[in-house]
């Protein structure tokens, strides 16, 4: 059974940057598009940043975009989210996904980690 397990969440002052990992345990992390999402309390969830399994292709939410960076290492089994010029806005919870097309780059996914909060503040 896949699996995913998000770390590196925490706290950061506002401007700083955090890079978020996903691992996927129970398949190959070259066999699935990956996804970032984040959803914040009482609020439905947010698309962040999706990577296709070949990382040719990404896409990225407007309010991310041009802040946020997408990656993948296959070997590593492990995906990640590089977040930068962070603002309090940016304070909830993220998730990653995984999704069985490979080539995907949608707002739906098969796999979904817990999540890890990512706090900013001043």
């Known amino acids: 059974q896949v699996q995913l397990e998000e770390s590196g969440g925490g706290w950061v002052q506002v401007g700083g940057s955090l890079r978020l990992s996903c691992r996927v345990s129970?398949?190959?992390?070259?066999?699935?598009?990956m996804g970032w999402f984040r959803q914040a309390a009482g609020k439905e969830r947010d698309f962040v940043a999706g990577?296709?399994?070949?990382?040719?292709?990404?896409m990225y939410g407007n309010d991310v975009k041009g802040r946020f960076t997408i990656s993948r290492d296959n070997d590593k089994n492990t995906a990640y989210l590089l977040m930068n010029s962070l603002t309090p806005e940016d304070t909830v919870v993220y998730y990653c996904?995984?999704?069985?097309?490979?080539?995907?780059?949608?707002?739906?996914?098969?796999?979904w980690g817990q999540g890890t909060q990512v706090t900013v503040s001043s």
């Open positions: 996904a995984a999704d069985k097309t490979p080539t995907a780059l949608n707002m739906f996914y098969d796999y």
């Open positions: 990577i296709t399994y070949d990382s040719k292709s990404t």
């Open positions: 129970g398949g190959a992390l070259s066999s699935y598009a």
